[in-house]
């Protein structure tokens, strides 16, 4: 499976941007997908999750009300919707996806919210 983001930015605070992760080669033995996030100096963060289907999803508390996970099986791409960015916010976004025995990640997009 290969995984590669698009849609980073720079954005002011306040501002909106949404992430696409698209999703090549054996993305049926895909099982859930999500997106996570490294600021400088900092661990990766998960911000989201979404199961096969997109009937389950899952947030960080920082970005529940802010964020949307969505999925679309027949693009197999999966996005983000960011609005109500912060300054925190900035960070490389990376998306995951795991099969039942393998993980897969994409090479990151940066999104920097100014303020």
């Known amino acids: 499976v290969q995984l590669v983001e698009s849609g980073g930015g720079l954005v002011q605070a306040g501002g909106s941007l949404r992430l696409s992760c698209a999703a090549s080669?054996?993305?049926?033995?895909?099982?859930?997908m999500g997106w996570y996030r490294q600021a400088p100096g900092k661990q990766r963060e998960l911000v989201a999750t979404i199961t096969s289907g997109g009937g389950n999803t899952n947030y960080a508390d920082s970005v529940k009300g802010r964020f949307t996970i969505s999925r679309d099986s027949a693009k197999s791409t999966m996005y983000l919707q960011m609005n109500s960015l912060k300054p925190e916010d900035t960070a490389v976004y990376y998306c995951?996806?795991?099969?039942?025995?393998?993980?897969?990640w994409g090479q990151g997009t940066q999104v920097t919210v100014s303020s």
């Open positions: 080669g054996s993305t049926f033995s895909i099982n859930i």
């Open positions: 995951n996806a795991w099969s039942l025995t393998l993980g897969y």
